[in-house]
């Protein structure tokens, strides 16, 4: 689920719909509630790049952070295809997927997600197909339409191709077909990659997504981590569009978060301003490697970037282990959501690995 600004944000609906549906189909159907401890949890890692270190050092934390949720019980990690970012390290997806995949053993692993307009799906679907060969039943596809990147980095990603996200909805079906079972007449297959059956999942931001993953019956991951402002209509969106397939016999919803957690809420809010600063030169066009926390942000952001940062971060988990739980209990209750999947980009690695130790305390402890 790659960051973008809201700028760039697509809301509305592409030329692809579904047929028009009546009021009653789009009335929200009772849902018994969860409990915080029936929820999975899961970490996306935008395996971020400090100001004073390299990339390297981001790819070991990587390895370091899989390993450590794993240990807590956390259900699944995946990493974002980013480019052109100087403080993201996770451009080669598929690549840095094998390193965590070698590096633990029971977690899932995947792409949270792969950008579809910037590759051939064909290679998208050979190469985890390799993945789900060396790690059968830990591997995990996520597909999303947004490049990634500005309009020159995904013509130099794509030269031969112009890729669109207006080609979407098919270029889903292609991997899924070479990921499936081989049919007699089929031409083009996947090796590795047919009969592995690699889970698929749908991102997105905007109701468009909402309403492809719900039509073809596949889980969705909505990026709210980023994007909250549509959250609730893409989930009504989701459910009321979904098909039973062979994948889902019901809905799926997984919900992006960022979190900050701490032993203290003042410590949290103190550890969150490195996420506050990066959102802010995200937003400025700035460089996006991470910078230590301050003692406040005054100076550093005018009125309205204070504004948009917090929008962008509005349903950000900062607090203590009894401010994080009361905030997960809220989003649950107004979601009902399946799983949920944090983002945490605090600028200690030590501190990092502090945070989801305390989610997962709050979550299952």
């Known amino acids: 689920m790659p960051l973008k600004s809201q700028t760039c944000a697509r809301t509305a609906v592409s030329s692809w719909a579904a047929p028009a549906a009546s ?31 390299g990339p390297a050092d981001s790819l070991r934390n990587s390895l370091n952070l899989a390993q450590h949720v794993e240990k807590l019980g956390y259900n699944r990690f995946w990493v974002a295809e980013h480019h052109n970012m100087d403080g993201i390290a996770s451009s080669a997806t598929s690549v840095l997927l094998a390193y965590l995949a070698g590096g633990t053993s029971t977690i899932r692993v995947g792409a949270g997600g792969i950008m579809l307009p910037n590759h051939a799906p064909l290679v998208v679907a050979e190469q985890f197909g390799t993945l789900a060969s060396l790690y059968p039943g830990r591997i995990d596809l996520g597909l999303g339409r947004a490049p ?3 309009q020159m980095t995904a013509r130099a990603l794509r030269r031969e191709r112009s890729g669109s996200a207006e080609d979407f909805p ?11 079972p081989r049919t007699p007449d089929q031409k083009v297959i996947a090796v590795p990659g047919s009969d592995t059956n690699v889970p ?19 889980p969705y991951a909505f990026a709210s981590h980023f994007a909250p402002r549509y959250m609730h209509e893409a989930i009504r ?21 960022p979190l900050s957690a701490a032993d203290t809420d003042e410590q949290a809010e103190y ?10 030169a995200l937003m400025r066009g700035h460089s996006l490697m991470q910078r230590p926390p301050v003692v406040s942000m005054d100076g550093l952001w005018l009125p309205h970037e204070r504004e948009a940062v917090a929008s ?19 989003l649950l209750e107004q979601t009902d959501a399946d799983e949920l999947i944090f983002t945490c980009d605090m600028y200690e690695h030590e501190d990092r690995l502090r945070s989801y130790e305390i989610l997962a305390q709050v979550a299952h402890g």
């Open 237 to 257: 969106v989701y459910r009321n569009h979904f098909q039973p397939s062979a994948v889902l016999d019901k809905p799926y919803v997984m919900l992006g978060v």
């Open 170 to 180: 098919d270029d889903v079906t292609e991997p899924m077909e070479y990921l499936g």
């Open 200 to 218: 698929i999942w749908l991102l997105g931001s905007s109701l468009f997504s909402a309403q492809l993953a719900g039509m073809r019956g596949l």
């Open 23 to 53: 009021p009653s189909q789009f009335e929200e159907l009772p849902r018994p509630m969860k409990r915080l401890a029936d929820v999975k949890i899961s970490t996306l890692d935008l395996v971020p790049v400090r100001h004073d270190k």
């Open 312 to 330: 962008f971060l509005g349903l950000a988990m900062v607090g203590g282990p009894d401010k994080i739980r009361a905030k997960l209990d809220v």
């Open 271 to 280: 550890l969150a301003t490195s996420v506050y600063q990066r959102i802010l």
């Open 148 to 150: 990634g990147s500005d």
